[in-house]
């Protein structure tokens, strides 16, 4: 009896170890092929070429144009100064720089390097993948306020507000966001900054914010739908409870309501987050210079497309995963309260 | 304390019910009303447009004097005057008992912490559970959970108390603690209005019967009156049903 059951374990254990092994082999063989593919059509993987679009060292120099003698040299919190004298005339030569190549009483000529330093800079893929945050916030941030507005209007007793919402909701809900994208940029671009060049804003509203603007107004239909769920998954007698109290609309929602809601409305955000982020690839067509955007371009002058779009792609779910695992720690925080 | 003159209510959705017809009723200070009648027969709407939860179509309803129905009545100044307990207790489960009984306080009577707090606490004694007062409402009996909903609506010191069923949803063992607390209040001189199907409260504690069927009140009378020798036939068939 005890046998048997030592037996039917030992016999479910093998199974599963072999279908991790499968899997394994699954992955590797597909890898593998793919290698293999490439090798079909000459592709050479440099991936030692990556880096440097993650940070690079750049080298700066200070360069000397006349002719003439050094009177004195500085250094100090990394900026050089260097004093070239010819004739009567001394020039003053300024700049960054970690170390002097000359000392004074030196004879240089023009294009001498008077003074360099070698600085790390970040690539152009950090740079794009921190404008992809720096856009995904900023249209999260704008996203639940216009959500959570949109939301109580849907659900209001007023209806101006609830067909507003209604509309809102619908129309951006119902068109693909790259059309909405060409809408903000091309249609309300054009209006606004062509206004604000008539009435003396010369600089205008720059692309941007634009692309902010339409990835907000998108997530924020979709939040709105979030939070009415979430508000009417709440049991009516709340409502009731709070309101028999001489609680006005607005405390009621505000103690007794959203903060039930906040439970179920988590989850449901944390995936429309998501999507933001994957989103906001959308946005290097007009312009703005995020992770796609930027890979595309470094995919033009490297030569190197598997490789950079593996690592682009890979750049994403690192910021999804990372996303998804700080919105479920607040979730279990919230759980706990 | 509570005049209703001639009040009419239709519902239209999902069809159409006329949940009061016609109801006129008095309910003077200190005085304890039982509402019975078959379900459906309007018992909870007659409540709920007391505080209006729901909203009468035509007719007078007077709050200490105050005409509800007048749009330019602050309704939520009136609510506050008059307290509710619901069938299904309704506690808020995302606070403790004690803010449970403290956040109305704070947020509608503006009262400061100490005072909310002392007045919590009393409260709390009141109907017996001073030790649960950090416990959340999913961790009370359904007897506790009731009790501390009287305390939360007696937390706003109402000059009435609705009461719709409070021992419905009850296990038969704690209906009596509760009813231990109604039959209290009304001993103060609370003025109350209660639906309910516990006749042995109706008869020990109530100054008069309400009798209501299809949306009508039906008779009104001393519970002596009313159990002993009822004037319809309606009443007596339900008595008859319920007894
Ligand atoms: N919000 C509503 N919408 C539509 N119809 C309703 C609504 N509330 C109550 N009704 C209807 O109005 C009538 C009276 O309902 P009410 O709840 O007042 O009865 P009751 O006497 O309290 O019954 P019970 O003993 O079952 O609680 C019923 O026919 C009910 O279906
Ligand atoms: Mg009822």
Excluded at chain 1, 41 to 46: A, E, H, L, Q
Excluded at chain 1, 139 to 144: K, Q
Excluded at chain 2, 122 to 137: H, T
């Amino acid at each position: 009896m005890n046998d048997s059951l030592t037996q039917r374990l030992n016999k479910q254990r093998r199974s599963y170890q072999l279908s991790v092994l499968c899997f394994f082999m699954l992955l590797a063989g597909l890898i593998a092929g793919l290698y293999y593919a490439t090798l079909q059509i000459d592709y050479v993987w440099r991936w030692y070429n990556v880096p440097k679009y993650f940070v690079y060292q750049q080298t700066i120099e200070l360069k000397c144009d006349v002719e003439g003698d050094v009177t004195s040299t500085s250094l100090k919190d990394g900026v050089a100064v260097v004093k070239v004298k010819q004739g009567d005339d001394v020039s003053t030569y300024e700049g960054e720089a970690q170390e002097i190549s000359v000392e004074p009483g030196d004879v240089v000529y023009p294009d001498d390097v008077l003074a360099s330093g070698q600085y790390w800079k970040a690539g152009i893929l950090i740079l794009g993948l921190i404008l992809t945050l720096k856009v995904s916030m900023i249209a999260i941030f704008f996203g639940i306020f216009i959500g959570l507005f949109g939301g109580l209007a849907r659900i209001s007793d007023n209806p101006a507000l609830k067909w507003s919402a209604v509309t809102y909701i619908e129309l951006i809900r119902g068109s693909p966001l790259l059309v909405q994208i060409f809408i903000w940029y091309f249609v309300l671009g054009t209006l606004i900054n062509t206004l604000l060049t008539k009435y003396g804003f010369e600089n205008g509203v720059p692309p941007l914010w634009f692309g902010v603007a339409a990835l907000a107004s998108f997530t924020g239909a979709y939040v709105a739908e979030i939070v009415r769920a979430g508000i009417q998954s709440i049991h009516r007698g709340q409502t009731e409870a709070a309101r028999s109290l001489g609680m006005t609309y607005a405390q009621s929602m505000l103690h007794v309501i959203l903060p039930q809601a906040m439970l179920r409305i988590i989850p449901p955000l944390a995936g429309q987050f998501i999507s933001l982020i994957k989103d906001s690839s959308l946005l290097g067509i007009i312009a703005i210079r995020e992770l796609t955007k930027a890979t595309r371009e470094v995919v033009t002058t490297s030569l190197q497309p598997f490789e950079l779009w593996f690592v682009c792609a890979l750049l994403y779910l690192i910021l999804t995963f990372t996303f998804s695992m700080f919105l479920q720690y607040l979730e279990r925080r919230a759980l706990v309260q | 304390m509570i005049d209703v003159r001639n009040v009419y209510k239709t519902f239209l959705t999902p069809h159409e019910v006329k949940a009061l017809v016609d109801v006129t009723s008095k309910i003077d200070a200190g005085e304890v009303v039982v509402v019975i009648g078959p379900s459906g027969s309007g018992k909870s709407t007659f409540l709920r447009c007391l505080n209006q939860l729901e909203t009468a179509d035509s007719g007078h309803i007077f709050i200490d004097g105050i005409d509800i129905l007048d749009p330019k009545t602050d309704i939520n100044k009136v609510r506050a005057e008059v307290g509710m307990v619901f069938q299904s207790f309704n506690l808020f489960p995302h606070k403790s008992v004690f803010e449970n009984v403290t956040l109305a306080q704070r947020v509608v009577r503006k009262r400061s912490k100490a005072e909310s707090k002392e007045k919590a606490m009393r409260l709390l004694e009141k109907v017996g559970i001073q030790d649960k007062a950090a416990v959340y409402p999913d961790q009370l009996s359904g007897g506790q959970q009731q009790r501390v909903a009287i305390a939360r609506a007696l937390a706003m010191d109402p000059k009435v108390m609705l009461f719709d069923e409070p021992t419905s949803a009850l296990d038969p063992e704690m209906i009596g603690e509760v009813l231990d607390v109604m039959k209290n209040l009304a001993r103060e001189g609370m003025t109350m209005a209660v639906v309910t199907h516990e006749m042995g409260f109706a008869r020990e504690v109530a100054d008069n019967v309400i009798f209501m069927d299809a949306g009508a009140i039906v008779e009104v009378g001393t519970p002596d009156h009313f159990f002993k020798n009822p004037d319809h036939d309606r009443t007596k068939l339900f008595l008859s049903q319920i007894l």
